[in-house]
């Protein structure tokens, strides 16, 4: 059974800071996608990464996917209020190309 | 075009009863799923529906839970006998393709059992 660990849990952090959040795995995915989820709201896709290595930017956030495809990051510089929610990281099993879901992080930019 | 909606949006039953939840896809979506979310946590996979295959039903956490879908359209969740710890957001999402394609969620319905 493939596994995603997604750290922190939990990040609370004042405006203009960077942060990174990470999902790593022991197994290979073919593809991991990055959600975001507002309160009361169902979670949006924000990326997908597909390449081992490859790094995708969405204005000041940046997404990179490990070389080996077993574990993905997204840094985000000056963070915003606005950038307050969970984060959902999800990696596509080799196996039936079903999701598997990260237990989410969740953010809080004070201003 | 509308995006997934769920209805209703807050559901408070009492422990015992069966409740039902509602959730209407994209037009045109061929997959579909439900999910299960505690307070901020992630995501727990219910069901997953594709097209007219066999559901994959291996996330139920319960004979109590059950799902359908009609007309590979609207889709049904129901609890049967619920208990407090049923008590969480439940998600629908669907999808073009299935797999690992982009998933469009709805907003959710809250259940409390009381």
């Known amino acids: 059974t493939q596994l995603l660990e997604q750290s922190p849990q939990f990040l609370s952090i004042q405006e203009g800071e960077n942060l990174t959040v990470y999902c790593n795995s022991s197994?290979?995915?073919?593809?991991l996608q990055w959600y975001r989820q507002e309160p009361g709201e169902g979670p949006v896709l924000l990326v997908t990464?597909?390449?081992g290595g490859e790094v995708k930017k969405l204005k000041r956030l940046t997404f990179q996917f490990g070389d080996a495809r077993k574990d993905s990051s997204l840094h985000i510089t000056a963070a915003q209020p606005g950038d307050t929610g969970l984060y959902l990281c999800?990696?596509?099993?080799?196996?039936?190309?079903?999701?598997?879901w990260g237990a989410g992080t969740k953010l809080i930019i004070k201003p | 075009g509308a995006g997934v909606s769920q209805s209703p949006s807050n559901k408070v039953t009492e422990k015992g009863k069966d409740v039902e939840l509602r959730c209407d896809p994209i037009?045109?979506?061929?997959?579909l799923y439900w999910y299960r979310q505690s307070l901020g946590q992630g995501l727990e996979f219910l069901i997953y529906f594709q097209g007219n295959s066999a559901p994959d039903k291996s996330g139920l956490p319960s004979d109590r839970f059950s799902a359908e879908r009609t007309g590979g359209s609207v889709s049904t969740l129901t609890i049967q006998r619920t208990q407090q710890e049923d008590s969480a957001v439940y998600l629908c999402?669907?999808?073009?393709?299935?797999?690992?394609?982009?998933?469009?969620f709805g907003p959710g319905t809250r259940l409390t059992v009381t």
């Open positions: 990464v597909v390449t």
């Open positions: 999402a669907s999808s073009f393709s299935g797999g690992a394609g982009e998933q469009y």
């Open positions: 197994s290979v995915f073919s593809s």
């Open positions: 999800a990696g596509e099993a080799v196996s039936n190309y079903q999701l598997i």
């Open positions: 037009s045109g979506h061929t997959a």
